[in-house]
């Protein structure tokens, strides 16, 4: 079953929506909320992980669109300068997924995005700051 892991930003008029609720109910997505950030009469944003078939989540994404809510892919916000990077594997230790690895053959530091929850950690441990987390 296909998922995507997406980064929703509301504003202070649709903060309240049930948006969650909804792309269960309607749309029989499976969700997984990976991080919020709420401020009042602000607005915030939601991390969330989507299990479904594609056309549920092409549809429940859209739904959250129509109601005024901004759609990013995670990917998007995860931002890691590679030319800056030397390898020093500061960044793995403090990793709660295992996002970030050195390849064995080449002892370069890698990411998977796929198990990446945008925690930030990571943007603490870099000496270099080669990695930023935008969210």
């Known amino acids: ?32 909320i990976l991080q919020a950030k ?6 915030g944003k939601l991390v969330l992980e ?9 549809e429940g994404l859209n739904f959250v669109r ?8 995670l990917e998007q916000e995860v931002l890691w300068e590679e030319k ?8 793995i230790s403090i990793c709660p997924t295992g996002a970030l690895f050195l390849d064995k053959l080449t002892y370069q530091l890698n990411i998977d995005y796929e198990k ?10 870099c000496p270099l700051q080669a990695i930023k987390v935008t969210f």
């Open 116 to 125: 990446c929850i945008v925690c930030g950690n990571c943007v603490e441990a």
């Open 50 to 58: 989507l299990k479904g078939e594609e056309e549920q989540i092409k």
């Open 1 to 32: 079953m296909p998922k995507k892991k997406v980064i929703f930003t509301f504003t202070p008029q649709n903060v309240e929506k049930p948006v969650t609720y909804q792309l269960i109910k309607k749309y029989d997505l499976w969700v997984n």
């Open 66 to 73: 129509q109601i005024g809510v901004e759609v990013e892919l």
């Open 84 to 91: 800056k990077c030397v390898d020093c594997g500061a960044c």
């Open 38 to 43: 709420f401020e009042p009469g602000k607005g």
